[in-house]
């Protein structure tokens, strides 16, 4: 199951450079996470300082 960004996401771009298949972008508010591309590794949720990525 591909990992979701909540909306407690303060766009600190942690998550972004830690993402080995670059599924993460910035969005209109806040980051996202293309679930078509997730490999569900958890790289991004270990570095989220607000806890905001999940698995879905």
Avoid: F, H, L, R
């Avoid at 407690?8 to 980051?31: F, H, K, L, N």
């Avoid at 679930?35 to 698995?55: L, N, W």
């Amino acid at each position: 199951m591909a990992y979701v960004i909540s909306d407690a996401c303060v766009s600190c771009g942690a998550c972004e450079p830690q993402c080995p298949v670059g599924a993460i972008s910035q969005g209109d508010t806040q980051y996202e996470i293309n679930a078509d591309s997730c490999i569900s590794c958890g790289a991004c949720a270990g570095v989220c300082p607000t806890g905001a990525i999940s698995e879905e």
